[in-house]
């Protein structure tokens, strides 16, 4: 998967996930977007920024990187969302893309799977919307089946819009 696709997916998931956090479709679903957007989106980039040094698709995209994120909100409070964007960042490059990723780094094996299509083909725009939408039933199943995924954010942007 290239940016675009990352940054596809990542607008598309906090669109889908504010629905599916707050249904109502007013004022507190916009507010729900936009609290998710920047920190989905940049835990979608962040998995890339291993272009720069270390090995692609091999020094961030791996489980132990994700385990930070996930920690994370639990030690500081904040960045909630950013390991949507990691996770399915990840998720996209395994569905999304021929080579896989390597999960488990250091360790070099690369896990993909054999759907993937080529970063450059004209149906990778198709491939990264169907698998959004995969990820958005699955986040929507464990929101309302098994453990909700409200953040708590943004209650103060909320009071102050009295909703």
């Not at 950013?82 to 490059?93: E, I, K």
Request: net charge neutral; proline share 5%; glycine share 10%.
């Amino acid at each position: 998967m290239n940016k675009k696709g990352h940054v596809l997916n990542a607008i598309l998931l906090s669109i889908g996930l504010g629905y599916i956090l707050q249904p109502s479709g007013d004022v507190e679903t916009f507010v729900q977007i936009a609290e998710m957007i920047v920190p989905v989106t940049l835990g979608a980039l962040f998995p890339d920024v291993d272009t720069a040094f270390g090995k692609h698709r091999k020094t961030l995209h791996n489980l132990p990187v994700l385990a930070v994120f996930l920690a994370y909100p639990y030690f500081f409070g904040n960045l909630e969302f950013v390991w949507v964007g990691v996770v399915t960042h990840y998720l996209l490059d395994v569905m999304g893309s021929k080579r896989g990723i390597a999960l488990f780094y250091p360790w070099p094996k690369e896990f993909g799977l054999p759907i993937g299509v080529a970063t450059s083909s004209k149906w990778a725009d198709a491939v990264t919307v169907v698998v959004t939408l995969v990820e958005l039933a699955a986040f929507a199943a464990v929101h309302y089946f098994v453990l909700s995924l409200d953040s708590g954010l943004g209650a103060g942007i909320r009071a102050s819009l009295g909703v």
